[in-house]
């Protein structure tokens, strides 16, 4: 039996759900405000409801907050909003903001039957409304490259994401591959080498596949000429394969020159930088928070408003990636629960030692970077005292077992450093 959660609902709608409730098969639970439903979530052996209906009655509640409360909590949820229709807007509002979709009052019996069996199916077949979603953010520059990968991702139009080193270019590729109906018959990124390799990778792709393409940072180092993506685009077109294609755009704005077709055949698409979006930051910070702490088995880091105002004004260069890796430093580095501001201080002063690659969220690791797994042979998660060994271990071969450039480089102490690498019978 499906379970629905109704959060602030007007007295004369409670009847009318309770009766689609009941022809739904739903069981439906009723609280005053957004503070009991929390307190209900977070209870021992709580389960989340399948739906959370949250009533906006008035435009100055804090209806973001509240959202950004229950998608955290809740995250399995689907979320009804309803509001006024004078608050419509604000309903277009809430989708940017975790809600899936939205009624206006007075409540008709027909239409809210409809969006609980929707919400209910696309729960039960575990699916969020658009993969595109994962696009982590509310900035106006965030929200309009969602709004326009989601017009093109169930398209057949070919797309050039551009954008700089870091900021989720192959990402956002693979969620709009998954987004396609046919995206789970794709090739996922290969890097452009020249025209006979290309012509391989179309051959093995395989006919109505899709294929992922890093572009070169530079044109074409033997002919000096500009990549003709005109010529690719009509290649692919001809296996009735569809291309998306990864351009690195530099700081400055300075991208390789290329020979683009028009927006009928090739869409561009703009990856903002995260430095031009600091309202990101904090959703971005969190996310990766939350990620860290489920795999290293640790309790969530709490981020003080010093540590945050640093954040905010710092001037990424690597942009979404180096924010990841920040935060999986500071959970090396700390074993309280409080971000420590020189901690952060400190990464950002200095070159930091590579991050090990995450296999479970970046495709493509680095040759030079370390790799330390963090699932065992059977799919779990290791224990976190296994993880720590390798990493030193790591360290200790990176850096030719100099433990002072190991623990000025890492930010672990002295003494603990020299503890553990005893421990571990490493020497210098």
């Not at 010529?231 to 991208?255: D, N, V």
């Not at 421990?423 to 210098?428: F, S, T």
Request: proline share 6%; net charge neutral.
């Amino acid at each position: 039996m499906s379970s629905l959660l109704v959060i602030s609902a007007v007295a004369e709608s409670l009847p009318l759900l309770q009766e689609c409730a009941r022809h739904l098969d739903m069981d439906m639970h009723a609280v005053a405000d957004t503070s009991s439903a929390v307190e209900q979530l977070t209870l021992p052996g709580a389960i989340s409801p399948d739906i959370i209906l949250l009533h906006i009655a008035e435009p100055e509640i804090a209806y973001t907050a509240q959202l950004d409360t229950l998608t955290r909590i809740a995250r399995r949820s689907r979320i009804l909003v309803t509001m006024p229709l004078s608050l419509r807007p604000i309903g277009l509002e809430a989708l940017k903001c975790g809600a899936h979709d939205f009624l206006c009052l007075p409540l008709q019996k027909e239409k809210l039957t409809s969006a609980l069996r929707h919400l209910i199916q696309s729960e039960k077949d575990n699916r969020s409304v658009s993969p595109v979603d994962g696009l982590v953010g509310v900035s106006p520059s965030l929200t309009h490259l969602q709004l326009r990968a989601r017009a093109y991702a169930q398209g057949t139009r070919h797309l050039l994401i551009r954008g700089e080193r870091g900021v989720g270019k192959t990402h956002l590729a693979l969620m709009l591959q998954q987004e396609n109906p046919l995206g789970e018959a794709s090739v996922i990124a290969h890097s452009y080498r020249d025209d006979t390799h290309f012509q391989q990778l179309l051959e093995h792709a395989g006919e109505g596949r899709t294929l992922i393409l890093d572009l070169p940072e530079r044109s074409n180092n033997i002919t000096g000429q500009p990549l003709n993506l005109v010529k690719l685009c009509e290649e692919a077109s001809a296996y009735h394969i569809r291309i998306f294609f990864c351009q690195h755009t530099s700081r400055r704005g300075r991208k390789p020159s290329l020979m683009m077709p028009d927006e009928s055949i090739l869409v561009p698409l703009l990856y903002p930088p995260l430095r031009t979006r600091p309202e990101d930051i904090v959703a971005q910070f969190s996310v990766f928070n939350r990620r860290s702490a489920t795999m290293l088995n640790r309790t969530p880091l709490t981020l003080c408003d010093e540590g945050l105002s640093l954040l905010l004004h710092h001037d990424w260069s690597g942009n979404t990636r180096d924010l990841q890796f920040l935060v999986f430093q500071l959970y090396m580095m700390q074993d309280g629960p409080r971000i420590e501001l020189q901690n952060i201080q400190s990464l950002f002063h200095r070159q930091p030692m590579p991050t090990p690659y995450l296999a479970s969220s970046n495709p493509h690791p680095s040759s030079s970077s370390p790799t330390i797994p963090l699932l065992n042979d059977n799919g779990d998660l290791r224990a976190w005292d296994a993880i720590e060994t390798d990493y030193i271990r790591e360290a200790f071969q990176f850096y030719r077992g100099h433990k002072s450039e190991i623990a000025r480089k890492t930010g672990m102490g002295r003494s603990t450093l020299y503890r553990k690498t005893k421990h571990l019978k490493l020497h210098g």
